[in-house]
């Protein structure tokens, strides 16, 4: 029996033994998306059964073609409002994964302040020209990339890559020692 002819079959009879047939084909692919979302054997054990009794109504109701990728959707889902309902979210900063962290922040105090900006001042001198002037215009002058494009002549991929570069090597010399490297 195909696996269609199997669906069809359950549908009809709601035979527990074809369907547990089925899904025992499937078990180590859902132990495995289990695994990788409560990252606990026993956890993801448990939810393989679980993930199967909702098998036997929702295949009574649902018209599946792609049984697999239909079962690996229904495991995540289970899995992640597991974790919603148990309150087990694992919360990331999301600075730490690649998003950009703020170039300037709220210094704590005046003269701090004013060390900073003598610092980010030594840093933009050290910038190459088309970098120091494209940073210049896009956040010091608050110009968009268009109007920094009509201003240089630069073509706009050309501004994007030296706002970015420049940014970069300006954090770069902020950290290092205030800047004055």
Known sequence: MTEAEMLSEYRRTGDLELLGRLFEAYMPLLYGVCLKYFKEEDESKDAVMQIFEQLISKLKVHEVSNFKSWLYTL?????LMALRVSGKHEFVNIEDYG?????????????ETEDRLKSLERCMKKLPEEQRLAVDLFYLQKKCYKEVTDLTGFDINKVKSYI?????????CMERSGGSE
């Open 75 to 79: 495991a995540r889902n289970h899995c």
């Open 99 to 111: 998003v950009e962290k703020p170039l300037f922040q709220h210094p704590d105090s005046d003269g």
């Open 164 to 172: 970015q570069n420049g940014k970069r090597n300006l954090r770069i």
